[in-house]
């Protein structure tokens, strides 16, 4: 089955501790892109990814890494979380030329 | 850069009736633009989408339409269904950022369909 995983589904942490949510794809798209989701914000773009050993900043990256060393997997690392990151994540892939499949996200909570 | 707003933020119509969300887009060179729903728990979900070269493009009881002078689309729904209620987003690729690359998305929609 075609689909885009996020994984966790739901995670609670504290100020400062590291975490990485990871996103994989089975669907050997060339792009990737990871999002937050914020009530009455829509969805605002972290980082996006065209291609292996390529990303670039979205709209609100401040605070979050992204690398992309396989085609299938883009890891979001958030290095010191803070309070303000508690959010509902989402990570998409596609093809050039078509539109974004999303995972069924993340929902991350920052004490 | 490019900003997208999304009118209604709420939209309620009787089942059967049509229903139209519109948005605009600041970046003239923005030259594709989807539309997803997303139903509660879930990711979004693309539903129709439309290059800057076509002024409308439909399918079944979905269209859209592009008025590129007006720098505004819109997502016209007919014979609408209850599980047709959902929460709709706009979105815009600026600067031919390739299709799908930079997203900008709108506010989004909530679209209650009542039976």
């Known amino acids: 089955e075609a689909q885009v995983t996020q994984n966790p589904r739901y995670l609670i942490t504290v100020t400062g501790k590291k975490l990485t949510v990871t996103c994989s794809q089975n669907m050997n798209h060339e792009y990737m892109s990871w999002y937050r989701q914020d009530p009455g914000l829509g969805l605002r773009q972290i980082y996006y990814s065209m291609n292996v050993e390529v990303t670039d900043k979205g709209d609100v990256p401040e605070g979050y890494k992204v690398s992309r060393k396989e085609k299938r997997n883009f890891p979001l690392i958030l290095e010191s979380p803070s309070p303000n990151q508690t959010s509902l994540y989402f990570c998409?892939?596609?093809?050039?030329?078509?539109?974004?499949?999303f995972g069924q996200g993340t929902r991350l909570t920052v004490v | 850069g490019e900003n997208v707003e999304q009118h209604p933020s709420t939209l309620s119509v009787q089942e059967g009736d049509s229903a139209v969300i519109k948005c605009t887009y600041s970046?003239?060179?923005?030259?594709?633009f989807p539309w997803y729903k997303q139903e509660l728990g879930k990711g979004p979900q693309l539903i129709i989408d439309?290059?800057?070269?076509?002024g409308e493009k439909k399918d079944q009881r979905i269209a859209v339409t592009l008025n590129k002078t007006a720098k505004h689309f819109s997502l016209h729904i007919t014979e609408t269904q209850p599980e047709d209620s959902a929460v709709y987003f706009c979105?815009?690729?600026?600067?031919?950022?390739?299709?799908?690359?930079?997203?900008?998305f709108g506010q989004g929609t909530t679209l209650q369909v009542k039976p």
């Open positions: 970046d003239s060179a923005s030259n594709y």
């Open positions: 998409a892939s596609g093809r050039q030329g078509a539109g974004a499949f």
């Open positions: 439309i290059r800057s070269n076509v």
């Open positions: 979105a815009a690729s600026p600067k031919g950022s390739g299709n799908t690359g930079k997203l900008i």
